[in-house]
């Protein structure tokens, strides 16, 4: 019970005016981030991170992160009255949401969507409280070996088991590690990648990176696609609330079964996506009458909602816990964390308790209200996709070379963001994923530095990373999540040998 | 007041999207560019490594060790990438960009281009200014008073965040010299 203590703690150093006012100010910042075409999660909360540039770094990760609770619950609004995913992850969501909207039912189909987000991230934050604590102190007896191996995992997880072209996400991963490289190196202190412009002595920021490759491509794209904004209102009235809360309990099965998908998940790298589409096939196999989703069933909202949602916030898990992030967002955030001087990683537990479980904290109740702000302000925030997109662009322009120039008081870094925002755009339109790239640039020099000074500690010796059984069981894992397509490959043509050699005998 | 800047709009937002779109580029096409560019950098990347010492020193490898090899994976990566989009079918060429989808990225590209040039010469929050007007009033169509107005509100609510409020330095220009900025 010693993280329900700290837990309590942790909301006494929520409970001060300023963190509530910037709390409230982060939510709503959020859900217009979210409603927004063209913005999301990542995008908001890169581009509003310079905000938090002065602020202590308490202050900064609750509004920060309260900005992400908003978007996240902001991606249902559009999604289901528009029928434009906000996200990735609110795709499924569309697929009953939408019609219910269609056939009148708005208020409905928006309530269940908070509602089981909410759910969704309650689960993965109770799962945090009670696990992070335990898996950083037990990665406090990591080494440099133990590191490198988990960073290895993390990425050869995403090639191994990411939906995309194998060697597009090869090459966005190996040029986001890349890109990490450049400027001066930690150990030797020696000049890499610079071809002498003084400009990159500097290195390759990653939240310029991120702002461009996110927030400006993404204005591009909108351009591109010309989006035609016609959405159904809604308004929703305490009677629907209660009425779909009082249906909740009839589909505790499938609340349940997303939320665990989407921790499952979350925990991995790249899992939002997956996580909600699992969720929505999963709850329609079990469901008896299969023919009614797609047509503006609740189950349909519920069960991608709450796998999205828990799998978001369950990506918040292994960055506290070990340092590594789950997801795009949880990877900013991470960049945020080094900004304000903090080093992420396990000895944050220790040496900044009131960080940590300032943010674990506001987590439960940055959740709470933002149910209740977007339960009670929807027609506002729907009123903002009447304002004309050619209004909106330029202002996210705008943020966003603010946001970049910001980081290091550099016009370099602007130009950068505008290159990054024509690569991220190019990227996107030949399916090459971002995702492994923010996470390489963010998480490159450290995985350098932990491979170089475990070999430095080996003398050389690769073997180090086999050398007891904890470095070496997970070295492995990563091996084998590597060559995963390979191997299941395998074991199909293995299995079906035998199938092949019984017809004939 | 001056004019809005961008008189660089190549295609009017008019512009049929209809049967006669024709692509600019192919979508393997693109792949094909983006795999050479890759190659290239990864060649370049690897040659600066190769210079600053890929071998293993006493004390564990040299600087360049770790980003030699990266870049050798992207190289081989891309080679791949590169044989694979040589090798597609006809079929398969869907497009890349459309020249309408082309015009209308082009319509944000360009002004964002000199929204930066422009920030170094006259400060963020003037040339923020003329990108929010300027925007709106020629690819939006919005009224010039309108676009004038909110892109007025737009940039004094940015400098009164940043400059006064959150104490964030920006690129100035003349502007807030003159005001004591």
Redesign the interface.
Same mark, same amino acid.
């Given at each position: 019970m010693e993280a329900f203590g700290l837990l309590l703690h942790g909301f006494q150093v929520l409970l001060t005016f300023k963190i509530l006012a910037l709390m409230l100010v982060g939510l709503v910042l959020g859900v217009f981030v979210g409603v927004l075409p063209g913005l999301g999660g990542p995008n908001g909360v890169a581009i509003l991170l310079p905000l938090t540039f002065t602020m202590d770094p308490t202050s900064a990760i609750v509004m920060l992160s309260c900005i992400y609770w908003g978007a996240l619950f902001g991606g249902a609004i559009t999604s289901i009255l528009f029928n434009i995913p906000g996200e990735a992850w609110s795709v499924a969501t569309t697929f009953d949401g939408h019609p219910m909207a269609q056939q009148g039912r708005a208020a409905e189909a928006l309530t269940a969507a908070f509602t089981s987000s909410f759910i969704g991230s309650l689960v993965a934050v109770l799962l945090i409280t009670f696990l992070a604590p335990g898996i950083a102190s037990f990665a406090l007896r990591f080494g440099p070996p133990e590191f490198f191996a988990v960073y290895l995992l993390t990425f050869c997880s995403f090639v191994g088991l990411g939906k995309e072209d194998k060697h597009k996400t090869l090459i966005s991963m190996c040029l986001g590690l890349l890109l990490a490289g450049v400027g001066m190196d930690t150990i030797s202190g020696q000049l890499r990648m610079t071809f002498g412009w003084s400009e990159l002595f500097r290195g390759i920021n990653f939240l310029v990176a991120v702002i461009g490759l996110f927030g400006i491509s993404e204005i591009l794209l909108t351009m591109e696609e010309r989006l035609a904004l016609r959405g159904h209102a809604a308004r929703i009235s305490l009677r629907v609330v209660l009425q779909v809360w009082r249906e909740l309990p009839r589909y505790w099965v499938t609340l349940l079964r997303s939320s665990a998908i989407g921790c499952w998940l979350g925990i991995t790298p790249g899992g939002a996506i997956a996580a909600s589409f699992m969720g929505y096939n999963l709850a329609k196999r079990f469901a008896r009458d299969k023919e009614s989703f797609g047509k503006g069933r609740i189950e349909g909202v519920f069960a991608p909602e709450t796998a999205a949602h828990a799998s978001g916030t369950a990506a918040l898990l292994p960055m506290l816990a070990l340092g590594i992030p789950g997801s795009g967002t949880a990877a900013i955030l991470l960049g945020g964390l080094m900004v304000w001087g903090l080093n992420p990683g396990p000895l944050l537990f220790v040496e900044h308790k009131d960080f940590v479980w300032g943010l674990i904290a506001s987590m439960y109740l940055g959740n709470v209200v933002g149910l209740v702000i977007v339960l009670s302000t929807v027609p506002l925030f729907t009123a903002v996709l009447r304002v004309p997109f050619a209004a909106i662009a330029p202002m996210i322009i705008v943020s966003c070379a603010i946001g970049a120039y910001a980081i290091q008081n550099a016009m370099f870094d602007i130009w950068l963001m505008l290159l990054f925002g024509i690569v991220g755009y190019v990227f996107k339109k030949i399916s090459i994923p971002l995702a492994p790239f923010t996470l390489a640039l963010v998480l490159g020099s450290r995985a350098e530095d932990a491979f170089r000074l475990s070999m430095i500690g080996a003398g050389g010796d690769v073997r180090v990373f086999w050398s007891n059984g904890l470095v070496g069981s997970i070295t492995t894992l990563a091996l084998v999540l590597l060559f995963w397509p390979l191997l299941s490959i395998l074991a199909a043509r293995l299995r079906r040998m035998p199938a092949s050699i019984r017809p004939a005998g | 007041m001056s004019p809005p800047h961008e008189g660089a709009t190549p295609q009017e937002g008019t512009g049929a999207?209809g049967g006669e779109d024709r692509a600019v580029m192919s $979508?393997r096409s693109?792949?094909i560019a #983006?795999s050479i560019a !890759?190659l290239g950098?990864a060649a370049l !990347?690897g040659w600066?490594?190769w210079r &600053?010492g890929i071998s293993?020193a006493s004390?564990?490898? $040299? *600087?360049?060790y770790?980003?030699f090899y !990266?870049?050798v /994976?992207?190289a081989a990566?891309?080679l791949?990438?590169l044989v694979?989009a040589l090798l597609e079918h006809a079929a398969a060429r869907d497009a890349? @960009?459309t020249r309408a989808?082309l015009g $209308? @990225?082009m319509?944000?590209?360009v *002004? &964002? !281009?000199l929204?930066?040039l422009l %920030?170094?010469w006259l400060g /963020?929050y003037v040339a923020?200014f003329l990108? @929010?007007a300027?925007? =709106?009033w020629r #690819?939006? $169509? /919005?009224a010039l008073w309108k676009s004038l107005l %909110?892109?007025f509100i737009?940039a004094l609510s =940015?400098f009164i %965040?940043?400059q006064i409020v959150?104490?964030? /330095? =920006?690129?100035k220009g003349p502007l807030e010299a003159l005001l004591g900025y």
């Open positions: - | 999207a $979508r693109a792949d #983006v !890759l950098l !990347l600066d490594n &600053t293993w004390d564990g490898p $040299r *600087p360049g770790f980003p !990266l870049s /994976i992207l990566a891309s791949y990438g694979k890349f @960009v989808q $209308r @990225v319509q944000v590209f *002004p &964002t !281009l929204f930066c %920030t170094q /963020i923020s990108l @929010v300027g925007f =709106m #690819v939006g $169509r /919005i %909110t892109s737009f =940015m %965040t940043f959150f104490d964030v /330095i =920006m690129p």
